[in-house]
């Protein structure tokens, strides 16, 4: 934090004086609203690099200490103490459940895990090859339609409902859109089950109803949602707010939430990170693939590295790095993927490329390994960031619904296109 209250900004013979707005954490943020109309000037900043779209009491992180905090809580503590849905629980309602609340919103998940029966005919239109996020975007939407007339956004209790809804029927969404994918029937949530437990019953039972529930495999995804359930002002978080800003429904706005998440440079890097390992092959192609992705005219970046906000360390991936070689250990699974992923790790850490652009391994860059030891297909992996990152959509959406500054989110442009010119032939 400076000790500056303002700035003055001379334009030519116009001279602004510019609030300093000081956040409990992290940087301080100079308050532009008053640049326009008192100077007629307008700022660019491509990548938001440098702007603070809203105010938000969610997320923090401190990109140069590695630090994340939810609501507050280290992510570290919670990773090690807490549960996806009483972290989901948390990112809602702004503190930590008592028994008896936690278990009351767990009774409202596990109620509302249930999807109307006209979602299957919606998945079963899709090819069974169909990228899973097109179809979870699309499943989502169709929620959007279904309760669009009945939601009225000024009321506080449906709009908590609607987040609920959100955090308790991605899962069957993702659980149905998978069994599409691998030709099984649709099913229903088992209403007897937790969260996870539920999730993971219903994607692979098999067709007569058996599956075996390993704690092993419900700890890991556990631990893998609460590291992807907030991340405060990430592309896909931002594109449900812009949405959110225009009064659209959060159905809808956590439907573009999803399309958003999908990029490579996003959520989708979990699945790239795989199929870049898949690719490298073996430990012993390290080193050339190290200088691929220092030559920019490859075109080749390492997936699941470098971070906007993150600057020294992801605290995700230690503790996805820690935990990786631990699940893997109890499920028995040998995996030689592993071995590429460590040499890569350590060889770019000590590669003067990434040390001087301070490029880390990111959340995304162990995920997959567990994610195929449990034995999600690779194209689901962003499926499975959605549906832990839903809690923290939804709580970003309940926030913004609530802020007295909210207002369309409308940027503006340094546009570069023709002067007037006239129209002739
Ligand atoms: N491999 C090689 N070079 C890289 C990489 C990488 N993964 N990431 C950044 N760079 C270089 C980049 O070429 C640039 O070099 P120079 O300064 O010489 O032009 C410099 O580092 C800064 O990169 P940038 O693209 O300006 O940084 P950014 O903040 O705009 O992008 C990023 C952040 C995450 C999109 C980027 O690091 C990247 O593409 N990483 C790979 C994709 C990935 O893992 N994404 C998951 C992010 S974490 C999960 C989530 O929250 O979504």
Redesign the pocket.
Known sequence: MSDLDQVTLNAGDKSVVLPVLKPTLGNDCVDISKLTKETGLFTYDS?Y?ATASCKSAITFIDGDEGVLLYRGYPIEQLSEKSSFVEVAYLLVNGELPDAAQLKAFEAELTAESTVDASINTLIGSFAKDAHPMAILAASIAQLSAKYHASLDLADEVQRRQAALRLIAKVPTLSALIYRHSQGLPANQPDASLDYVSRFLKQTFESADGQYEISPAVVKALDLLFILHAD?EQ??STSTVRLVGSTGANPYASVAAGVTA?WG????G?NE??LKMLEEIGSADNVESAVLK??D?ASGF????????VYKNF?PRAKIIGVMTKQVLEELGVQDPLLDVAVKLEQAALQDE??VA?K?YP????YSGIIYKALQIPTEMFTVMFALGRTAGWVAHWLEQQVDPEMKIGRPRQVYTGYDVRNYSK
Do not use: E, Q, S
Request: aromatic content about 12%; charged content about 20%; glycine content about 12%.
């Open positions: 990548g690099t991340h990430n592309a998440l490579p440079a996003h959520g890097a790239a990170v992705a220092k920019k970046r390492l997936m699941g590295f470098g971070h906007r992801d490329y990434f652009r490029l990111n959340v995304d860059f």
